[in-house]
């Protein structure tokens, strides 16, 4: 019985201890800022791809056309 009629002291005393208030904040900033890493990710990614996919197009539709050497005439182009 002498548990229960101390509970509510304990229960005061922890409601009001700071000593891991700063803990609670650093981890609630690092997920903020792994968050905000993540979205800012998402987003380069979503403009990578789409520059990516642009690069493709405009190098696919170019037509590269070999040409075959000339017989060597022995005189030297200038």
Known sequence: MKTLSR?????????????????VDWVVLT??????GFAASNLVEQGAVALANSITAELSSIEIVIVP??????????
């Open 69 to 78: 050497p000339q017989a060597d005439s022995g005189t030297i182009a200038r």
């Open 7 to 23: 509970f509510p002291a304990c229960c005061q005393r922890f409601a009001s201890d700071q000593s891991g208030a700063v803990t």
């Open 31 to 36: 997920a903020a800022v792994v968050g905000f």
